[in-house]
């Protein structure tokens, strides 16, 4: 056993890996364009078959007038308040306490935009019904993210989420949808993509969760949305001469990976199901809903990584590539599954899992 | 005389191009990987040596404290203005009416930072001295644009710019540079980019004008200009996960065509001169001070082209790809020269323009 290499270390010398598709490497571009034709023309300014073939493809697939491509998430989702705001005539949106927009963006949308998030539910659990009619009136957007990300990636039932939808629809609020892993979660809703964006005015895609792509976002709704969109997308600075790596890249990648995205998930519930077997460790949520989960396990964030890494060295098999506390006896990690893991093979992972789950225990008798 | 094919077409299918590097196609980027070994690790959200190392060869040519790299010009720039308007503590800056801010980001500093631009000079001649001293006094920074591209690519005396500097010193107001075209007016003011530099607080450069990439701009100034300026690139949505398709394309661009920029001003005035003998036509400016003039032509925008479209097709030679209306008998194009120049035969070259003087000639009296 080499105790000396970091939990980093050790997941990056192992033979197999449990999550992911691989590194973010320049091989993830070059593998997109060796296809792709060198006369290829580039997108000018939003505009030419580069970039409105692939807008025009997402638009249909998500059921939406139109669709339009940004280079982030973060870009695509303000300027979506922002324009559901102003129709709205109020500053006023809400969101998860836990949305993106709260708490990776350095507070763009107030900083920028200066709207007034309203946050509902709390950090543990997801939006209900009953918080979104407890939202103020003059709500102009509610935002929900699914899967909810920072809580392990759950859901609420598809019944809430019509509900909710109907109630939006009623009230005159705007329905916008963080869906960064919408592709996801369809095997668990058994609907196409097009039924889930049904339920809400606007739709955000990326390109670069489970589809594995390089960066970039899209964008849909109704025309005037999209136009309006097009001016915000000018004014942030992402009207860019050529977004073409980045639309070549996620057509690529979202066409390899769209039909394996039931059996990352089947594969996240195996996974799952092997962790949850373990003493210290449970996941979240219990059985995945997509192709993520939380690992919560109850020791101290450097036991677990010394124990964590001795694994990874001893058997070969990446299993987490970082850990972050959670507080003084425990802590947590992300695993999404992609195209890695068929490729682990599964007697030695079980022992893996198993061997963890042995020394964890042991940690725990020392630590406690 | 093929008059049956336009502006565009004629640009299009001719032998020898006068202006550029080439098509703006996929190209670009595949010349720029052909030696990039795929093991390459991304940038990862603004981190890791892909981006830091090129940031930092940047900030030493430019002779500044930092650099960051940026998806666009439009981004850094309303960025770095409005650091220096909260350095200031005054929404007041000031600008050219021509600026980018003003004409080309839909209104994104007011629409997004609510600063106040003061337009200084007016829309025919470059900003002075003297317009710089009857500034308001609460003008927290003006951005000087270096050439003034929308006026052709003019330049203020290198004497002038110093007094500006000197002056916005001593007045405590921030001088920030535009220097979308900085390489390419090196050779006119006989300076290196560092000494150019030291006269302004904040530079923003770009790689896809006369160094041809496919986007991305760069930021320098200050290690403090460069933490804030991350923070507001988070906010306005341009910290992508991964920028290499950018980073690793303006570096390669970059060191191709720095050492060529002296060569690209020589043949900018060789040609501003041909196009000088021309009845109908001028060029702004009349002897050029980088790669790029504009030309101007007094006959209509219609005549003009068809015009331009038949000595095109005759010749083989590509002279002008669009035209802008100026008034009911006047129209104008931009002329940026690149690497497709020196492939023009002179002697083509010099038939050709002869051609389209004797032809703009009958066509004027025809008109008039």
Redesign the interface.
């Known amino acids: 056993m080499n105790q000396s290499l970091s939990l980093a270390e050790t997941f990056a010398q192992a033979q197999y890996r449990t999550s992911g598709n691989g ?8 593998d997109a ?1 060796q296809n ?7 997108d ?1 300014y939003g505009r030419g078959e580069t970039i409105s073939k692939f807008e025009r493809k997402l638009a249909d697939m998500l059921g939406k007038e139109t669709a339009v491509f ?7 989702q ?1 300027i979506a308040l922002r324009i559901w705001s102003d129709r709205g005539s109020s500053k006023t949106v809400a969101y998860h306490p836990l949305c993106h927009l709260e708490i990776h ?4 949308l107030r ?3 200066h709207l007034e998030p309203v946050l509902l539910a709390n950090k543990e659990r997801l939006i209900t019904l009953e918080d979104v009619k407890n939202m103020p009136e003059n709500t102009a957007c509610l935002l929900l993210e699914l899967p909810q990300r920072e809580i392990g990636g759950e859901l609420p039932d598809y019944a809430e989420l019509e509900a909710i939808s109907v109630y939006c629809r009623e009230k005159g609020i705007a329905l916008h949808m963080d869906g960064a892993r919408l592709f996801e979660i369809l095997p668990y809703y058994g609907k196409t993509a097009e039924e889930v964006c049904a339920l809400f005015d606007s739709v955000y895609i990326s390109f ?1 969760k489970g589809v594995g792509g ?2 970039g976002a899209m964008l849909v709704g109704d025309a005037d949305l999209a136009e309006q969109a097009k ?2 997308k ?13 639309i ?1 890249s996620s057509e690529y990648y979202l066409d390899l990976r769209l039909p394996k995205m039931a059996q990352y998930y089947e594969e996240a519930k195996e996974l799952a199901d092997l962790y949850n077997g373990c003493s210290c460790i449970r996941t979240r949520p219990e059985v995945p809903v997509s192709n993520m989960f939380h690992l919560h396990i109850d020791v101290p964030k450097e036991t677990a990584e010394t124990t964590i890494a001795s694994v990874q060295a001893d058997t070969g098999i990446a299993l987490v590539s970082y850990l972050q506390e959670t507080g003084e006896t425990s802590c947590t990690t992300e695993i999404s599954i992609g195209d890695l893991y068929r490729e682990v093979p599964k007697e030695k992972l079980r022992k893996a899992i198993m061997l963890l789950g042995e020394r964890l225990e042991v940690a725990c008798k020392i630590v406690f």
Chains 1, 2 share one sequence.
């Open positions: 590194p973010r490497n320049v091989q993830v571009l070059l364009l792709v034709d060198g006369s290829t023309p580039s000018m940004f280079p982030s998430g973060t870009m695509a303000q963006e350095q507070d763009g900083e920028l935009h670069y390089i960066a001016i915000w000018r004014r942030h600075g992402g009207d860019l001469i050529s977004l073409y790596p980045y070549l």
